[in-house]
């Protein structure tokens, strides 16, 4: 890896750490940068989530006080479901053919854009039904919840949760929004509890799809080292700086950096 390539790849995984610290979006950044490196893109994919894990995984520690009982209840059936989608959406990736993904590429990046673009709506409607004690019954909470639940939207949910998963594992930018508009449609109330059930789970699947791109020999691993780095001081750094700094023109910047994306491949793989 020549020399400028290494500091290119760590600055850019640095703000991306940064990035996921305070707003999310991070994987707009360095994914991006492997593919400008010269790494082909199903190996950049996997690289990628060998460099930005290692964040999640220190996340999910920080939240580990804010799992509920209920939301320990929920867990066993979502880590199941997690674990085989991330199974799936990596082996599926890695019998994707270049040509197909590279096509698919500024979709995905686009995709998690918009997504990026409406999760604050999405929080704010969170949020207003915890507040207001208005979510459905959860599907695995208490008895009597369990009891009022339709049997349709428990398989509804799980079926979205297998798909979400799969999703992860391919791609997965922009998802843990997803995971917390689920979570609330099976019936969790706590917001933190929420996200660290999100997290969790999160931190799971790119886990087990993080095993199946190693076993597949995909992940660039002098890249990777150099951005697990970069990521890892960008997200401890990004943290403290956070609190001094207007989230919302960091918004910006990553809803601006993916659209500038999305773009740039659309032309650049038409």
Partial sequence: MPFGHAIFLFVAALVAGALNSVAGGGSFISFPALLVSGIEPIAANATNTCALWPGTIASTVAYRKALTPEARKMLPPLIVLGVIGGIVGAYILLHTPQEMFVKLIPWLLLLATLVFVFSTRITSWLRARTQSGDAPAGLLGSAQAEKRTPPLLMLGGLIIELVLAT????????????????????????????????????????????????????????????????????????ARVALKMNPQYIRRVVIAVGFGMSVYFFFRYR
């Fill in 167 to 238: 999703y992860i594992g391919y791609f997965g930018a922009g998802a843990g929004i997803l995971v917390l508009a689920l979570l609330a449609l099976l019936g969790m109330e706590n917001i933190h509890a929420m996200n660290g059930v999100k997290t969790l789970l999160v931190s799971l699947v790119n886990g087990v799809a993080l095993l199946t791109f190693i076993v597949g020999h995909r992940i660039v691993w002098p890249e990777a080292a150099v951005m697990v780095v970069g990521a890892a001081l960008g997200g401890y750094f990004g």
